[in-house]
């Protein structure tokens, strides 16, 4: 009996590690980056159709998708798991909202592994929001017309939608009970300190989303114009082929599989190359085929690292474990160039246009004196300025004061849960030194979009007042800590720093430390 019991666990043992040796050579780099131009082309063909309407990727997987895109957002699919519903004022998306208000809609890019049509971003998340800001809209307007207060069930209105749209797929069920959390996530964003004032003014129709993937069918002679619909559009664009499988495709010069998703997950496939170093390398990338490309791409993240090395920014060498399959693959040799269109590459656009693809902008917050932004840019700042460099290597650039620049060697939280709550004192000490002189401070780390947010979150609420003037931690020595007020300042930053994506425990250190003690005592922690 024992020995049966064993042959099978045994024979399970080998199924699994045939399918893992299986996933692992369908899985290679040229597979995921060929997958993800085919699937940029059907993303091009549908934005091509509204194209006044503005492209935007959700963050991360959905950057992939395009060389063109306006903006970014960040909508996670975990908020959108059955049983796990959730409106999360950390990822508001707000400039989404006023984007779209001033466009008429937008068009928002992602894909998913797992077979289905849409990711559960797409599928519930996004509806879920539309809904509540649509809500938070329509009660801030009754109020401004002296409607009162309460449910928007017991008001009346002929003309702003404020009801929950979801696909076809999800079930009746789920729809009534994401229903009954409606009011109390509402009632969430209007204590968030959110600017709803000004969403009511950018919407004059309410959001809805729009679902297309591979099996839409549009008849483009039937196009409807979406400025002639009673709503404003988000149309969720699912950017790979709904098929659960490997599918294995061959043209003149190579043999290669698709993956659906393979923008996902790129930290286990992409060896260092980012979205915006494959589009300017995107013609010689997928013409290099299956043996090439590994290391054509090294080349390219080699060479990328020099010259962010050269100009002080952040430029850690990439290490990567040679593939047992790199040299199995059943290519066909390359007997002409293949012809591809490659869509503009990032090259000539402005700041507002690409700030948050690239991380290339530094974001003042309203009159604060303070700015966030990604380590690489700290070059470029007025020696006036004071900079706080958190984590990374130091930048060799020198201020002409040596008390206006401070580097911190922070680290994710992921690596040590108390990297960032040790070295808040000193960033707390830095801060209020330079903002008693009256000098800008630009807080930085690696990507402008978790460490340093963070940071800046602990100064705003330290050594701020809620209306954003500095007050030497005044307000702060007299006010008791809450989540529900560090939400409030984080709200503030991310209307201003639109690529915000602060980690939940950069937050619980920040939180932890913030109700621990006063701004006065900062250094004796």
């Known amino acids: ?5 064993l042959d099978l666990d045994m024979e399970r043992l080998s199924i699994y590690k045939a399918a893992r040796t299986i996933k692992r050579r369908d ?3 040229y597979n995921a980056l060929r997958s993800i131009y085919e699937d940029s082309i059907f993303v091009g063909e549908i934005s091509q159709i509204w194209p006044e309407l503005p492209l935007l990727a959700n963050l991360r997987c959905g950057l ?17 798991h059955t049983n796990n519903w959730s409106f999360n004022t950390s990822r508001l998306n707000l400039h989404v909202a006023l984007l779209s208000g001033q466009k008429g809609g937008c068009m928002i890019v992602d894909s998913t592994r797992k077979g289905k049509r849409f990711p559960d971003s797409m599928s519930k998340t996004i509806p879920i929001w539309t809904c509540v800001l649509n809500r938070a809209i329509f009660n801030y307007r009754n109020r401004s017309v002296g409607g009162g207060s309460g449910s928007p069930q017991d008001r009346v209105s002929s003309d702003w939608d404020w009801s929950l749209h979801l696909p076809l797929w999800v079930s009746e069920t789920e729809k009534l009970l994401i229903e009954d959390r409606l009011e109390g996530w509402t009632a969430e964003l209007e204590a968030s300190g959110a600017d709803i004032a000004s969403l009511a003014l950018s919407l004059e129709k309410p959001l809805r989303p729009l679902w297309i993937s591979h099996k839409t069918v549009i008849w483009l002679n039937e196009v409807p114009e979406y400025d002639s619909w ?8 699912s950017a790979s082929s709904p098929s659960g499988a490997y599918q294995q495709k061959t043209t003149s010069e190579f043999s290669w599989n698709y993956i659906p998703g393979a923008g996902d997950d790129e930290e286990s496939w992409a060896r260092g190359l980012s979205p915006n170093l494959f589009w300017k390398h995107a013609y010689d990338l997928i013409n290099s085929g299956p043996n090439l490309c590994n290391q054509k791409v090294a080349d390219i993240v ?13 430029a850690s060498q990439i290490s990567v474990r040679p593939s047992k399959f790199s040299r199995t693959l059943d290519d066909l ?18 700041s507002s246009s690409s700030s948050t693809l690239d991380n290339s902008t530094i974001f003042w917050l309203d009159l604060t004196n303070v700015a966030v932004g990604a380590t690489r840019l700290a070059m470029e700042i007025s020696c006036s300025d004071s900079l706080l460099s958190c984590g990374g290597e130091s930048l060799s650039r020198c201020l002409e004061n040596a008390e206006a620049y401070l580097h911190l060697q922070i680290v994710s939280s992921k690596f040590d849960r108390f990297s960032l709550f040790r070295n808040l004192p000193y960033a707390l000490d830095f801060a209020r030194l330079n903002l008693r002189q009256g000098k800008r401070l630009i807080i930085c780390c690696n990507d402008g979009q978790d460490i340093s947010i963070c940071v800046c979150l602990a100064i705003l609420v330290s050594l701020f007042n809620d209306k954003g003037q500095f007050d030497d931690g005044k307000s702060f020595s ?8 560090l939400r409030r300042r984080l709200v503030f930053i991310c209307k201003f720093a639109v690529n915000a994506r602060p980690s939940r425990g950069n937050l619980k250190q920040v939180f932890n430390y913030l109700s621990g003690g006063s701004a006065g005592n900062a250094s004796s922690k």
Request: proline share 6%; glycine share 4%.
């Open 1 to 5: 009996m024992e020995s049966a019991a």
């Open 27 to 29: 899985n290679t780099l």
């Open 64 to 80: 992939w998708y395009s060389s063109n895109f306006q903006s970014t957002c960040y909508f996670k699919s975990t908020d959108g």
């Open 230 to 237: 009673d709503f404003t559009p988000i149309m969720l664009v």
């Open 302 to 314: 080699e060479k990328d690292r020099v010259y962010r090395a050269q100009r002080g920014g952040n």
């Open 333 to 350: 040799p390359i007997k002409q160039p293949m012809e591809l269109e490659v869509p503009n590459l990032h090259e000539n656009k402005d």
């Open 478 to 485: 007299e006010t008791h800590m809450t989540k529900s007020e």
